[in-house]
Structures are given as structure tokens and as C-alpha cells.
């Protein structure tokens, strides 16, 4: 038996089979939405408002989406209203970002999302489902992880420089003050070694 005639099998065994998936669809714990074959959006849950805020204006339509398309995940939308089974890889999305509608309200949230297909009898797309997985917590605390690795590597940096600064510093000095002390004690040896009295060799040091 087709997992779908299983499915309806068992569904049918039920008192009240509508209200089930009724109760499953709106009191599902994650982001439900489902589209129409053309791309407009027929029904969302209230995770889905939760999650992002708002839900898609009528006008609206996922295959002319700027911000799928900007993120470069439009392509595997419009595979799944193809027919395929899509997994989009998380994504930041803000609806008030959109510019092919106007939306007052939303969330700026990362998520990842699933998009399948759903066909009848005949086997031709009528729907797409959504199931979207909220990641806003991860990828901020990833990209905060990134920005102290690049503060650190940034202050790493800024040490070595003034390590070099330091050790420049140090050579420049010992290497003027090597000069004048080499000629003291060149000066100071010759009066030492020099026949002169004690007297004449005071005054040499002293001059």
C-alpha cells in the first residue's frame, strides 16, 4: 500500500479525521504554511505568526521573493513548486525587508526551512507545505563567536606590532648609545695605557 492510501486508510477509521489534522496543523510547535501551485500563500499557523511576525499579505508571492532571491535560495523554491523536495539552508529573513508588498509588522529571525510538494491524484502539484525551523538563537550566537574570534585576532595583531615597535625601539637606542660609550672607553684605555702622570691623566678624564 502507497504511504499516502496507508494514510488515508487510517484517517478514515477516525470519528473526526478533519479535525485531527485541523488541531495538527494549528497547534503544531514549528512554522506551518502552505502555498498554492501559483505561488500565493493559502494558509499559515500560528507558530508561523509567531515566529515571523506577521503572515503574507494576499499580494503577496514566494516565487518573486527578493529576499530568497538575494539569498540565493529562490532557485530551490522554484524546484519545489516543480516537484521536488527542497531543504533551504538557514537564512536571515525580515518580511518588512520585502519590497513586493509592504509589511508593517514582522521579526527579523534566521531560519531554515523544508519545502514539499503536494500532489493529487493525478500527480500534479496543487500545493507547496513549509515547514520552517527557527535558528534566530544559533546564528546569533554564532555570529557573536565570529566577532570576539575577530576582535581577538585583531588585538593579537595590534601586540605584535608593538612587540616589533618595541624591539625597533631597542635596537635604535643600544646602537646610538654604542657609538659615544665605545669612543668613552677607547679614550678613557688610551689615557690608562698612556705614560702620563696621575695628575695629566685626571685632567684627560675630566675634559
Known sequence: MEPLEEIRDRLARLEDPVALLLGLFAYAPVGFQIYEASGRSLVVNQAFRDLFGA??????????DEIAERSGA??????????????????????????????ET????????????IRDREGRVTHVAIVFKDLTAEMLAREQAEKERDINAQLYREAQELHRLRDEFLATVSH?????????????????????GPEDVRRGLGS
Open 55 to 64: 503572515e503574507p499579505p494576499p499580494e503577496y508571492n514566494v516565487l518573486r
Open 176 to 196: 646610538e648609545l654604542r657609538t659615544p660609550l665605545q669612543a668613552i672607553l677607547g679614550w678613557s684605555r688610551l689615557l690608562l695605557e698612556s705614560p702620563l
Open 74 to 103: 529562490l532557485d530551490l523554491i522554484h524546484r519545489a513548486f516543480a516537484g521536488e523536495t527542497v531543504n533551504v539552508p538557514a537564512l536571515w529573513y525580515d518580511p518588512r525587508e520585502l519590497t513586493q508588498v509592504k509589511v
Open 106 to 117: 514582522g521579526n527579523r529571525v534566521a531560519v531554515s526551512a523544508t519545502f514539499f510538494p
